[in-house]
Each structure stands twice: as C-alpha cells, then as structure tokens.
C-alpha cells in the first residue's frame, strides 16, 4: 500500500505536470514502492511519467558492472525521455520513496502530439531542459572540487524544490550519501566531510537527512568556487 505519509509532508504546492496539464493522453496513476524500478535499463520505451508523488533517481550500469547516478527527479518531473531516441531505455529509474506516476502511453502520445502544436512544443521544452542539466552537470564535474560540487547539488535541489511550492531552506534529502557521492562523483567520505565542514560553517545545520540552509548566500559562494 503506498505511503503518503513522508510524501506529504514535502509536496507543499507542487503544481500539476505539464504535460497532463495540456491534456496529454494517459492510462491513470501507477504507485512505485521505495526501492522498486519504474522501468530499468535495457526495458522497451512504452510510456514517459510524469511524477505525481515522491523523488526518483536514475542510474546506469556500464558493461563492467558500474553504477553511476545519474539524475535525482522531483514532482512534477518527467521520466523516460532515454528512451525516445531508440525505443529503449538506458537507464533505470527506482523510487527513492513510496511514490506515485501518470502513465502517459508513448504511440498514444506521439498520436496526439502530431495533432497539438502545443503538446510539441511542450515536449520539446522539457527535453532542452534536460539537455541543459546534463550540460551543467558536465561544467560542475569538470572545473570544480568537492566542496563546491555538493554546495551546487544542494544549491540547485533548493531551487528545484522552491519552484514546486516547497521550502528553498528545509529540505529532506530522499537519496543517500553514496547515491549523492555517486552522482558527483565523489567519494561518501568526502560528502560526509563537507557536509560536516559546511555545518561547522553555519552554512547548514544536519540531522540525519534533514538538512536546513542557514546562509544560502555562503552557500552559493562555496558553490561557484568561492571562499
């Protein structure tokens, strides 16, 4: 039975997805247990997602049996885009909580999509946002260290968060530290010792997953590589 308990008490104002909101074709809700995948690696596309409720994350295996994290998604997000270029998905998506989706049927999609100027452009909107996460993403691994990469992750799942009608200062961090250690390519140790630095800093103030932005204003410093 899904759990809406922790789910409530971060969706705050969080507005419906777009795509359903521009009246996009779907198949109802599916509930994704914590820990369960929406779809893996390798799986054919037949659907994209919205998220209703809940935090995913997606990762991908390579050929040697790595895992990397590559993406942590909100409500009101969309999931399966990897898919569209092949018809198959390249990563997995597992529900970092007991969550729910909107099914949105990719042919029924794409059927009515050729007929919406509007669902297109939509569509395409996301996906260039995407694009341009993973271009950021790309910048941040490349030219900064450890402490910035982490004080950008928390800068931008801030934003993310306030944008959806949550909190831009409390936030109850869904994923673990190996899967943030994982995604910024960093060791859990070193997320650890930053994290515990920037608390010592009064930039944060930790308990367990709950972390509070003290100065958002130092945090952003630290995130753009400064003292």
């Not at 200062?169 to 140790?189: C, F, P, Q």
């Amino acid at each position: 039975m899904l759990n809406t308990g922790p789910i409530d008490r971060h969706r705050g104002q969080a507005a419906r997805a777009s795509l359903t909101a521009l009246g996009a074709p779907t198949a109802g809700l599916r509930r994704v247990e914590r820990g369960e995948a929406l779809f893996r690696q390798g799986h054919a596309l037949s659907a994209l997602y919205e998220v209703e409720l809940g935090q995913f994350k997606t990762q991908r295996t390579d050929e040697a049996g790595r895992r990397q994290v590559i993406g942590f998604h909100l409500a009101g997000e969309l999931l399966g885009l990897d898919g569209i270029d092949d018809g198959g998905h390249r990563q997995d998506a597992i529900a970092l909580e007991d969550a729910q989706v909107s099914v949105i049927p990719y042919a029924a999609f794409n059927a009515q999509a050729a007929r919406s100027e509007e669902l297109q452009h939509e569509l395409h909107r996301i996906m260039g946002r995407e694009l341009t996460r993973v271009q950021e993403m790309l910048l941040l691994l490349g030219t900064l260290g450890a402490e910035a990469r982490l004080a950008a992750f928390l800068v931008d799942l801030a934003k993310r968060l306030q944008a959806r009608g949550w909190s831009a200062k409390a936030m109850l961090l869904r994923m673990s530290r190996i899967d943030i250690a994982s995604y910024l390519g960093l060791t859990v140790e070193t997320v650890s010792r930053n994290l515990t630095r920037m608390q010592q800093l009064a930039v944060l103030r930790i308990d367990h997953r709950d972390i509070e932005i003290l100065d958002p204003a130092a945090l952003e410093r630290i995130a753009t590589g400064g003292p």
